[in-house]
């Protein structure tokens, strides 16, 4: 079933187009987290949204090496892999899709939970300056194609 709606999909794109829709929505997840984060961290002691910010550094270079640059090398590889042609919702797989709407409860769950805002900060910052740095593969692979090398 999802082969046939790849397959009927409009509208159709290159494959490259892929890479920028798939930077463009991690960067712009990326973005909306950490500005978020940055929200709550203005209404934080210094000292507070110091540590925050110092852990939420350590975690992202963590995050970042251990899993997000093996799944962004996937995702890449996946994209590289399809026809010249394909549906412009392409650029995510149909599990890639399922953690979406996961990422998308989870986040609303944790914002309405009495979790206190300096560890949401973290997790809001890690996880947005992740995806941020992570997207850059993406535009980078694009680049690459577009001169004809791929990396």
Known sequence: ???????TC????????????????????????LWRAGVWLRNMKPTTALLVILVSVLLTALFYSLMFRKTVRK?????????????????NSAKGYVMIVFMIALGITLRRS??????????????GAT????SFHFYHHFWQERRGKSS
């Open 10 to 33: 409009r509208p159709q794109v290159h494959y490259h187009a892929l890479y920028v829709l798939a930077g463009l929505m991690w960067t712009g997840v990326g973005i909306m987290l």
């Open 1 to 7: 079933m999802l082969e046939r709606l790849k397959q």
């Open 131 to 134: 995806l941020l740095i992570s």
């Open 114 to 127: 009495s979790i206190p805002r300096p560890y949401l900060a973290v997790v809001y910052a890690t996880m």
């Open 75 to 91: 995702n890449i590889a996946r994209l590289t892999g399809l026809p010249e042609r394909v549906c412009v919702l392409a650029f």
